[in-house]
């Protein structure tokens, strides 16, 4: 997951986030980034292509925590303009109601979620976006996949924590899981 | 509910249409018409002042039926264009979830929902329109609503069939019910 | 899909559904049976082994019609009770909202679903049973299966009409998609 | 809220909730009982009567922390068997989807709920419960309320915190919202 390390006031230190991590479940968002026809269909899939901490690579969600006295659409809506610039124009969803949650864990195997860093929860969104995504930051490149490519098992193994079981869900709840 | 007596070959004449209404569920679709901000929260909704056949006035939904090998988001797409214009950009749910459905019985009291000539079973969606809105055909106009205005009891009560209801259920479900 | 020729007053002749079937979408639900743990994890899916009239044999979800002035949870009820005998307990979800809907054209492409007969709308449940299942009629038998064996392609492929989609869509639902 | 100041290794000393409170949403879940008939159909609403720190008599529902490498599943049935007794028998739902997230602001007016002590962000559930209820702790005295009951506006001004809001959106999840 993309950490949120900020320096603005009352937000987590580095330190006192690492503390906080091992004991209390940390909330975060997912949002799936797609592109759809006038009906509304999901045409495609956007993944970002990403250099973790320790050097591997790997395709990826936008993904983030919640901060303090932030809504979640406002989450969303910050996460997604980190990783897809700031003319991706996202349709955050009217409803606060999640297609799912994927609950990570630090042991693996309790869910198909696994974060080695921490127990997180995340509440997971379809986004459709409708401008031009620029990925910024630390991601290297974001690749649009019909449901098609996006239901591979090849394209599912290159994501690593579960992500590739959350696309999966997210395919079913748009009814394009082939 | 607004009547689609289409003449198109394959599509059910109006007599046709009488005889089967009184013996199977007809498929419907209501769509709850919003305006969003950026963080997609729902700033207004959308409800259309309708004269019935019988004269009367009342505030209603987007609503119509599903025609044969018609998909449920065409069907939505088709009403929404007819009740709010070309040019309303309505953005269709990516999802084919509704987030309720809606039984319209000829007897009242079932469920909360009614309606006289027939027992429709209605897909019930919330679309955000962008673009501008221009009512034809039988509407007489388009009032936009905030969320507060939209949980008036007052206003509710213009809304024959349940429909009022069913407008509940729809600020509920994106977190605007007062 | 299973058909119900009901005789009762009011309902539809074979004569009458042939024609309607032509004409207009047909209301449906299907149900996903499950078994839960104490904590409502699915631990069980149950698939039942059903012979269509070609001589075919196949698996199935329970399936059928929604009746004129019959509630969708009656509906659900009263199919579940039909494929799974008197004493299966089905917990009926609370809610009406469906976690998907399957929409069976008669045309193969439009949708992953397909029926040759008809076009069929089918709002679909995740249903937890409780009781003894003792499949009657028409039904073979009914086969429990956990989740990561109904998440195999090789069983998926011997449910015809799309209702394996159906079924992975489900198990994306319920969390357990392996 | 129900505070869970718990003693247990690995779990967070009062003190250190205290800070963390001031810093991160914290997660929560809520669950509206229910009792439902045969066909799924909400018949009654429980409300738990409860004395809060200041003496404050309010209703209010099952409601409390996620812990640390607690799945959301295994905090709703402890937080029911907390308030509800042993043998309520609750249904815990098989699909992780909350019906909404409540999140709870320290300052209010920024969300319909309301929560002096922290930033709280809760995920929502609907909860049949068959057996029998017998509040034990802080909890005084469940009440069984109707639909129409629940839905009356006194009574919703019982439950502070916008609690009443996250009754009626439960109500209009189920289709009961009068």
């Given at each position: 997951?993309?950490?949120?390390?900020?320096?603005?006031?009352?937000?987590?230190?580095?330190?006192?986030?690492?503390?906080?991590?091992?004991?209390?479940?940390?909330l975060?968002?997912?949002?799936?980034?797609v592109?759809?026809?006038?009906?509304?269909?999901?045409?495609?899939?956007?993944?970002?292509?990403?250099?973790?901490?320790?050097?591997?690579?790997?395709?990826?969600?936008?993904?983030?925590?919640?901060?303090?006295?932030?809504?979640?659409?406002?989450?969303?809506?910050?996460?997604?303009?980190?990783?897809?610039?700031?003319?991706?124009?996202?349709?955050?969803?009217?409803?606060?109601?999640?297609f799912?949650?994927?609950?990570?864990f630090?042991?693996?195997?309790?869910?198909?979620?696994?974060?080695?860093?921490?127990?997180?929860?995340?509440?997971a969104?379809?986004?459709?976006?409708?401008?031009?995504?620029?990925?910024?930051q630390?991601?290297?490149?974001?690749?649009?996949?019909?449901?098609?490519?996006?239901?591979?098992?090849?394209?599912?193994?290159?994501?690593?924590?579960?992500?590739?079981?959350?696309?999966?869900?997210?395919?079913?709840?748009?009814?394009?899981?082939?």
């Amino acid at each position: 997951m993309a950490d949120t390390t900020e320096t603005t006031p009352g937000w987590l230190a580095p330190d006192d986030l690492e503390q906080t991590r091992a004991r209390m479940p940390i909330l975060y968002v997912d949002a799936v980034p797609v592109r759809v026809d006038d009906s509304g269909e999901v045409t495609h899939i956007g993944l970002l292509l990403r250099i973790g901490p320790d050097g591997t690579i790997s395709r990826t969600l936008v993904s983030g925590r919640v901060l303090h006295h932030e809504r979640v659409r406002d989450a969303l809506l910050r996460h997604l303009e980190k990783d897809l610039g700031p003319v991706a124009l996202p349709r955050i969803p009217a409803s606060p109601q999640p297609f799912t949650i994927a609950e990570y864990f630090p042991t693996q195997g309790v869910t198909p979620y696994h974060d080695p860093r921490q127990h997180a929860v995340s509440l997971a969104y379809v986004v459709p976006v409708a401008g031009d995504c620029r990925p910024r930051q630390d991601a290297l490149d974001l690749v649009w996949f019909t449901p098609q490519e996006a239901s591979s098992p090849q394209l599912q193994q290159e994501m690593p924590g579960g992500r590739g079981v959350l696309l999966k869900q997210a395919l079913a709840h748009v009814g394009c899981l082939g």
